[in-house]
């Protein structure tokens, strides 16, 4: 079956770029989304990607594809204190009624 | 994107008890899901809420349990059912608004915990 999987945690100090990465075994996978979680919080959708995109760009946010490999980061520039939450990568397809399949998480710890 | 409304947002149930949590989009959806979020972990699929017929369930998961209701395009009601401590996780709601490309979006969530 599908499967997406992130590493498990992150720190990275105020100021500097992070990057979280992803991988998923579902070659059909059509939208790769990040979705981010605060503490008490709901998912908050951050962005997402169209399995036909190489990269999409918004604001401090960079998400870039690569469909051969199966392997999806998201690069967080000038990480602020804000950004640190619980950022889950998720892929859905057509062909599974659009339902997500989500990573495990990574953790994203902003130090000052 | 569409205004996702879910109620209550947290409640502490007595074991052996149901509660139904609603969830509201301010629009009509063509999609309507339910997720279950465990302490700790990940989200797991629950259902997929189909309007005017039958929720379509993943694996473990059963409508005794968890019966789910879609009565429009825009309101669908979740019910935990004869509720455990393993109940306990927080309880999510998701849409897919209309149109093409539309990309998937979360309520708040419910979170639920079971003395």
């Known amino acids: 079956g599908e499967d997406v999987e992130q590493s498990l945690f992150l720190s990275v100090r105020e100021g500097d770029s992070s990057v979280i990465n992803c991988t998923y075994t579902?070659?059909?996978?059509?939208?790769l989304y990040w979705y981010k979680q605060e503490p008490g919080a709901g998912l908050q959708l951050l962005t997402y990607?169209?399995?036909?995109?190489d990269m999409k760009q918004d604001q401090r946010l960079t998400v870039l594809l690569n469909k051969k490999d199966k392997h999806l980061s998201l690069r967080i520039a000038d990480t602020q204190t804000g950004d640190s939450a619980i950022y889950f990568c998720?892929?859905?397809?057509?062909?599974?009624?659009?339902?997500?399949?989500f990573g495990s998480g990574t953790r994203l710890l902003v130090r000052p | 994107s569409a205004v996702i409304s879910q109620k209550p947002s947290r409640d502490i149930c007595q074991r052996g008890t149901s509660l139904t949590i609603q969830c509201q989009v301010d629009s009509q959806v063509t999609m309507m899901f339910w997720y279950r979020q465990q302490p700790g972990q990940s989200l797991t699929l629950i259902a997929t809420?189909?309007?005017?017929?039958?929720?379509?369930?993943e694996s473990g998961f059963v409508i005794d349990k968890f019966p789910i209701s879609r009565p429009n395009l825009t309101f669908s009601t979740l019910t935990v059912s004869n509720m455990s401590p393993e109940d306990s996780s927080i309880y999510l709601c998701s849409v897919v608004s209309q149109g093409a490309g539309q990309p998937q979006h979360f309520g708040d969530g419910t979170r639920l915990s079971i003395l």
């Open positions: 990607i169209f399995s036909n995109m």
């Open positions: 579902d070659s059909s996978s059509t939208y």
């Open positions: 809420a189909n309007q005017g017929s039958e929720a379509t369930y």
């Open positions: 998720a892929e859905s397809n057509p062909d599974s009624s659009y339902k997500l399949i």
